[in-house]
Nanobody
Framework: QVQLVESGGGWVQPGGSLRLSCVSSGFTLDKYAIGWFRQAPGKAREGVSCIRSTDERTQYSDSAKGRFAISRDNAKNTVYLQMNSLQPEDTGVYSC????????????????WGQGTQVTVSS
């Protein structure tokens, strides 16, 4: 079955860190750009970061810049999202998907969504 599977979410106090993983199943990830998205309760889904497959160039939302880092390990068919200095407004369901990371509006088109992993930041 062709799918993306996220993991690594959980509860963390403000200022804490989490590392999310997005693993492909049924296909190899090396030819695809991957984006991370989040959806906070009652809000629209937003693009957080993406990474290209060819040169691993990255893009970040304004809220993620300086705090989050996206990376990939093609040998493990995995894309990571390291999240530091987490704040309550980072709470939401984080999902990964195949995207075209070449464009500034990369988050507008995505396919093959994972099921998501919940991140909760609270004291």
């Amino acid at each position: 079955q062709v799918q993306l599977v996220e993991s690594g979410g959980g509860w963390v106090q403000p200022g804490g860190s989490l590392r999310l993983s997005c693993v492909s199943s049924g296909f190899t990830l090396d030819k695809y750009a991957i984006g991370w998205f989040r959806q906070a309760p009652g809000k629209a889904r937003e693009g957080v970061s993406c990474i290209r497959s060819t040169d691993e160039r990255t893009q970040y939302s304004d809220s993620a810049k300086g705090r989050f880092a996206i990376s990939r390990d093609n040998a493990k068919n995995t894309v990571y999202l390291q999240m530091n200095s987490l704040q309550p407004e980072d709470t939401g369901v984080y999902s990964c998907a195949i995207v075209i990371c070449d464009r500034a509006d990369w988050y507008q088109n995505a396919g093959l969504w994972g099921q998501g992993t919940q991140v909760t930041v609270s004291s």
